[in-house]
């Protein structure tokens, strides 16, 4: 019997294997790898292409600097790079690609083909590595940049490639990973062709809302807020979605940090907080941000496939997210209209506007990617026949750009014109506001220039209350109600940790918690506004609720969980107030910065306009 107990050392092959599995977890994995080196190699233009799920075939090519047929070797050595020199430079990385593994993994389980040239030779050089072993290393006639091909991935690891999905599924996976990469740089122009078809193409002309819109589609690129915030030298730009947008999961939560696609449980949380109140509850928001950070504040070296990063000033990073999206959401009038005509006919002048940009089309799935990414569909219907692409295809993007030139400008739709129409949501409007009635013992009409609004109570009240504690707790104007006889509650450790942390902040706002001995406290008083709500549950509900919060200023924190508990006071639904009750009520609402949800998300207000109805009773027709 084999002694385990001996030290021996791992041949060559065994580990470049071990370390590919680090690196190589599925055909997309490589393709992430390769153009994120054709973008530090400084291409204008990439193209890439899979076939069976990239399980077969892969390639990406791009017009970048190029490698010489010298240095071809080192670059499918381990840990070789051209990105790093010394130890401090990991400090400072700027660099997408920087950990010298990529290629080594790549060819470690693929059969792998190399057409590389740069601009000041005349030949190029031709390289072919299967299984770590060189083939062939010889000059070849090729363009500038360099072609990657990655064939018969897993051929030699059996039991790696038994664990992939199906080809779809994998080709999804790569979808995704492209269209992420191709939002994060919209200087470059990307081409993704995958199954024989073309998935997308971005025009490179430096425009996020111009790629979102080529790789998502009108319908998405119509219904985006603008994000744009700078606070104790962090940037924050992109964009959110507007509530039709929201997500049953974190799919389309995209974060990127100094243009590297990450996932983040910090960026995560800060904007899921900063909507609370903008999004139904067990929601999530539609965010495409990029936060602009100094590179020594980050250290992208925690994770082997460079999807996570850390960050060394957790809560300055916290704030800066959180306050771009709030800051965001104030800026809108956020009021659904009701449509009574179904869809909506585009006029003649729009219709000349809008390109031939085939719409996303939403399909249930039921794989996600690691870190809940969604997948896209696997067929996205075109209007150009099926054409396999050249190994080497001079004019390779000019069959798009021709396509660019015939179309009109795709952003001309979204510039939204003014009006002068003084808002609903106004001081000056209020004058002109005329109350109709009440129905259902729930909603409230209101009519104003040529639009009738109705109006939730619960949650018109819902949200005045909330803004009310709010206030009332910044100003510090709150005092303390005493509880006869305290309450005395058992916590968890993870719990005392978090009471700890937050004591001074629990007692600035009217809560008197006292120990009492092992892990119990005697809960003596609350805030005196909130003393209908129930006590016990009004402390463990903030708590718990601080306990999935890193980063955040703890008084904010504290202020908006009890503001949310305070609603429980809140006007009801099938109840019957009168009108003088139901103006102040509205008139209160709309002075408020941000009317159009209440805390938890729901619809204060819908609009239904003249010309809607006009369209119902026919008294305009559609011609």
């Given at each position: 019997m084999e002694d385990n107990r001996k030290i021996r050392l791992l041949s060559k092959e065994t580990i470049d294997k071990i370390a590919a599995g680090e690196v190589v977890e599925r055909p997309a994995s490589v393709v992430k790898e390769l153009v994120e080196n054709s973008i530090d190699s400084g291409a204008k233009n990439i193209t890439v292409e899979w076939k069976d799920g990239g399980i077969s075939y892969i390639r990406v090519t791009d017009d970048g600097?190029?490698?010489?047929?010298?240095?071809?070797?080192?670059?499918?050595?381990?840990?070789s790079t051209s990105k790093l020199v010394t130890v401090e430079d990991l400090s400072s990385i700027s660099t997408l690609g920087f950990r010298g593994e990529a290629l080594s993994s790549i060819a470690a389980v693929s059969k792998t083909e190399v057409f590389s040239k740069t601009r000041d030779i005349i030949l190029?050089?031709?390289y072919i590595v299967e299984?770590?072993?060189?083939?062939?290393?010889?000059?070849?006639?090729?363009?500038?940049?360099?072609?990657?091909?990655?064939?018969?991935?897993?051929?030699?690891?059996?039991?790696?490639?038994?664990?992939?999905?199906?080809?779809?599924?994998?080709?999804?996976?790569?979808?995704?990973?492209?269209?992420?990469?191709?939002?994060?740089?919209?200087?470059?122009?990307?081409?993704?062709?995958g199954g024989g078809t073309d998935r997308f193409f971005t025009s490179?002309?430096?425009s996020l809302l111009d790629a979102?819109?080529?790789?998502?589609?009108?319908?998405?690129?119509?219904?985006?807020?603008?994000?744009?915030?700078?606070?104790?030298?962090?940037?924050?730009?992109?964009?959110?979605?507007?509530?039709?947008?929201?997500?049953?999961?974190?799919?389309?939560?995209?974060?990127f940090v100094n243009k590297r696609s990450i996932s983040s449980k910090l960026l995560s949380k800060a904007a899921e907080d900063a909507c609370q109140g903008y999004l139904m509850l067990h929601r999530y928001p539609y965010i495409i941000l990029f936060i602009d950070i100094d590179e020594a504040l980050v250290d992208v070296n925690?994770?082997?496939?460079?999807?996570?990063?850390?960050?060394?000033?957790?809560?300055?990073?916290?704030?800066?997210?959180?306050?771009?999206?709030r800051e965001a959401i104030r800026s809108i009038e956020d009021i659904s209209p009701i449509r009574l005509s179904g869809?909506?006919?585009?006029?003649?002048?729009?219709?000349?506007?809008?390109?031939?940009?085939?719409?996303?089309?939403?399909?249930?799935?039921?794989?996600?990617?690691?870190?809940?990414?969604?997948?896209?569909?696997?067929?996205?219907?075109?209007?150009?026949?099926?054409?396999?692409?050249?190994?080497?295809?001079?004019?390779?993007?000019?069959?798009?750009?021709?396509?660019l030139e015939t179309m009109e400008k795709p952003l001309s739709f979204l510039e939204s014109e003014k009006n002068g129409q003084i808002s609903f949501v106004s001081v000056e409007a209020k004058k002109s506001h005329r109350i109709i009635g009440q129905i259902f013992k729930t909603y409230w009409i209101v009519e104003y220039d040529n639009d009738v609004y109705l109006l939730d109570q619960h949650a018109a009240h819902e949200k005045v209350l909330y803004e009310r504690t709010i206030k009332l707790l910044e100003k510090r104007e709150v005092f303390s109600q005493n509880l006869n006889p305290p309450i005395v509650i058992s916590l968890s450790p993870a719990e005392e940790d978090i009471l700890l942390k937050y004591q001074e902040a629990f007692e600035r706002i009217g809560f008197l918690i006292e120990p009492f001995g092992g892990a119990e406290v005697r809960l003596c008083a609350v805030p005196s506004n909130m003393f209908e709500?129930?006590?016990?549950?009004?402390?463990?509900?903030?708590?718990?609720?601080?306990?999935?919060?890193?980063?955040?200023?703890?008084?904010?924190?504290?202020?908006?969980?009890?503001?949310?508990?305070?609603?429980?006071?809140a006007i009801k639904g099938n109840t019957i107030i009168s009108e003088t009750e139901a103006r102040a009520l509205i008139d209160e609402l709309l002075l408020l910065d941000n009317p159009y949800h209440c805390p938890h998300g729901r619809p204060v207000m819908i609009k239904l306009s003249k010309e809607e109805l006009d369209k119902r009773f026919n008294r305009i027709v559609n011609i």
């Open positions: 600097c190029g490698i010489e047929k010298s240095e071809l070797r080192n670059a499918f050595l381990r840990h190029g050089a031709h299984g770590s072993e060189e083939i062939i290393c010889e000059d070849s006639a090729c363009p500038d940049g360099t072609s990657v091909f990655v064939r018969q991935l897993f051929y030699n690891t059996p039991a790696r490639r038994k664990f992939l999905k199906s080809p779809m599924t994998e080709g999804n996976y790569i979808n995704e990973i492209v269209s992420r990469i191709a939002l994060s740089h919209p200087e470059i122009s990307f081409s993704l062709k490179g002309n430096g979102i819109y080529r790789i998502e589609g009108r319908s998405v690129a119509a219904d985006l807020i603008e994000i744009s915030h700078r606070e104790n030298e962090v940037g924050c730009f992109g964009f959110l979605g507007r509530e039709p947008l929201e997500r049953a999961n974190r799919a389309k939560e995209l974060f925690v994770h082997p496939r460079k999807a996570e990063v850390r960050f060394s000033e957790e809560e300055r990073v916290y704030n800066a997210v959180y306050s771009a999206v869809i909506e006919e585009a006029s003649p002048d729009k219709v000349k506007e809008l390109p031939l940009q085939p719409e996303r089309e939403e399909r249930p799935h039921s794989e996600v990617m690691p870190g809940e990414q969604e997948v896209l569909p696997e067929k996205i219907p075109v209007n150009i026949p099926e054409k396999t692409p050249e190994v080497f295809e001079e004019k390779r993007f000019t069959e798009y750009k021709e396509r709500v129930d006590p016990k549950e009004l402390f463990m509900s903030t708590l718990s609720g601080l306990s999935e919060t890193e980063g955040k200023a703890l008084d904010e924190t504290v202020l908006i969980r009890v503001a949310t508990m305070s609603c429980k006071a």
